[in-house]
């Protein structure tokens, strides 16, 4: 394997070799080749870090070696050390050293050098490693610098507030924690205002997680800022405000949704960061289990038709979708796409964005899609009898609709769409199969542990005996490390339930159908429920029970 990854890495060094000589100074070209040389390969971080030391004759250093040693962030500018992915540490043995990602480029280490001074280390560290490292240093060096506010302008001068959120303290400040948020995998960044001061969050996989507060910037200034940005009215404070905005973040180019909403003590925001990550959509990486992967496969193969996928806010529907559009995205297919807002931009699929305030809205769009002689349509989301009774039509006049619900399980999607006003008989003819689906988080490869299942677990928690778990039985568990902050978890995964109507299941939807029945038919007929995935992927040393029952519920 070593060798077949040697000879990976010295093609890919070879065929950019002439990236390898722009200098860092010469502004975008150099980001560009930064970006080129470990972000674009097939590598795994470990792998990229393991081939380049051996490449360029380098040593490697882990997180946990970084994390032990004296780190010398503080004479770096952050925004350096995030763009170029860099780690100065002061060694046990008095070495002054810099862990790198990327140890062509020269550029960036005499930089280093020219701060350090001559005789600096270097070494080869992993992009994870680096930005967990940096993530928790920078935190720290933040909070020990905060600045007092006294000299602050008051909240209602909107003037003085207009110039000082586009002053540098506070760009700075919003600019870093947008870099932070990425580095740290979130999805959205919460910011909110109490009597005491801003508080921030970022929910990092599903989870809230407080971080550092913006400290020495006037609370109100960091909203307008964030205001400015999304091309929102920062005079307006008495109404919620919803906006976007398409920024480079560090090393990442990212889309954001922000939405504001005035609270008792001033205005919060929420910030969703919606990255441009192409490699998302692969199915392998869904989670889907091989009996599931291969019907999904089947339900795309069909001409016409719809299919729903259900779960809460946050249950990765859109990102499922987005990789079935690309399954299907080929050139014999044209494809239109309906969504609010547009997460993942795909080439070659023709995507819009709902606008209600012009009356561009899903039932509207899907009307002047069918003009458009489209093979596959899209619909972000099912939110109204119009919508739904415009969709069914669709799916009836020769389209493959794609589209999601709100609903607990996959057989509830069938009651919810008569309840939208959807006639049994056109349902019968154009539902083809129901997906739903959680999301739930894996455990770190790093710090999991393995222990048997003890009668004391079952007395705490009898659910685990209602999963099939039985004493003895090894299960691995949550650690906690510098990897994934403490947490036991890193990413997250889907587990699923995939309903295939077949004729039986058919005849059972009528005006008064029943989700019960339609469920309880569908696993007779080998329907693997979203539990049963569960805790298949919890035996796979993927999850943890806990995981499963904190998403989904006894049937």
Not at 393 to 421: F, K, M, N, S, W
Not at 490 to 503: A, K, N
């Amino acid at each position: 394997m070593a060798n077949d990854l040697s000879v990976q890495f010295v093609d890919y060094l070879r065929q950019n070799q002439h990236l390898a000589s722009v200098d860092h100074s010469a502004g975008q070209d150099a980001d560009h080749r930064h970006v080129k040389l470990w972000e674009i390969t097939n590598l795994s971080p470990i792998e990229f870090a393991d081939e380049a030391a051996r490449f360029f004759s380098l040593g490697r250093v882990t997180l946990q070696e970084m994390m032990a040693a004296d780190p010398l962030v503080a004479s770096f500018s952050q925004r350096f050390l995030r763009e170029t992915m860099v780690y100065p540490y002061k060694a046990p043995d008095g070495t002054l050293t810099l862990a790198v990602v990327d140890p062509a480029d020269q550029a960036t280490q005499r930089a280093a050098q020219i701060v350090l001074g001559t005789g600096v280390a270097i070494k080869v560290a992993s992009s994870e490693d680096v930005g967990v490292a940096l993530g928790q240093r920078l935190d720290a060096d933040e909070s020990q610098g905060a600045e007092p506010m006294s000299a602050l302008p008051r909240e209602d001068d909107i003037e003085s507030l207009r110039d000082l959120a586009s002053g540098a303290p506070v760009v700075r400040a919003v600019n870093d924690l947008l870099e932070k948020a990425v580095e740290l995998r979130a999805s959205d960044i919460h910011i909110e205002p109490f009597s005491s001061g801003l508080i921030v969050r970022l929910r990092i996989d599903g989870l809230l997680r407080p971080v550092a507060a913006l400290s020495g910037v006037l609370p109100q200034a960091v909203i307008s800022r964030i205001k400015i940005i999304a091309n929102l009215n920062i005079a307006e404070r008495r109404l919620p405000q919803d906006g976007a905005a398409r920024l480079r973040a560090g090393r990442a180019d990212i889309d954001i949704r922000v939405a504001i909403m005035p609270t008792q003590h001033g205005e919060s925001a929420v910030i969703r960061i919606l990255p441009k990550d192409r490699g998302l959509l692969v199915v392998e990486k869904l989670g889907f289990s091989a009996p599931d992967e291969s019907k999904l496969r089947r339900l795309l193969k069909l001409p016409h038709g719809m299919i729903v996928i259900t779960g809460p806010t946050g249950s990765g529907k859109t990102t499922t979708l987005a990789t079935i559009l690309s399954i299907l995205n080929e050139p014999i297919r044209k494809i239109l796409t309906i969504e609010d807002p547009v997460e993942y931009e795909i080439p070659g699929i023709n995507q819009s964005q709902v606008k209600p305030a012009i009356g561009l809205t899903f039932a509207a769009a899907l009307r002047s899609f069918v003009r458009q002689d489209p093979d596959v349509i899209m619909l972000g989301e099912i939110r109204d009898s119009e919508t739904a009774h415009v969709a069914v039509h669709a799916a009836l006049t020769g389209h493959l609709v794609l589209t999601t619900l709100h609903t607990e399980t996959a057989a509830a999607a069938v009651p919810r769409l008569l309840d939208l006003g959807v006639e049994g008989y056109l349902l019968r003819s154009v539902l083809r199969g129901v997906i739903a689906q959680r999301l739930v988080r894996y455990l770190c490869e790093r710090c999991k542990t393995g222990r048997p299942l003890e009668a004391a677990d079952f007395e705490e928690d009898p659910r685990l005996a209602a999963l099939g778990f039985r004493v003895g039985e090894t299960i691995q568990q949550a650690g906690g490390c510098e990897r994934c902050g403490g947490a036991g978890y890193r990413g997250r995964l889907g587990v699923f339930e995939l309903l295939e109507l077949t004729d039986g299941l058919r005849e059972l939807i009528g005006e008064q159908a029943d989700g019960l029945k339609i469920d309880e038919m569908a696993i007779r007929a080998g329907m693997t429920t979203m539990l049963d995935d569960g805790v298949a992927k919890c035996r796979a040393g993927l999850t943890s029970p806990a995981e499963i029952l904190r998403v989904t519920t006894m049937r």
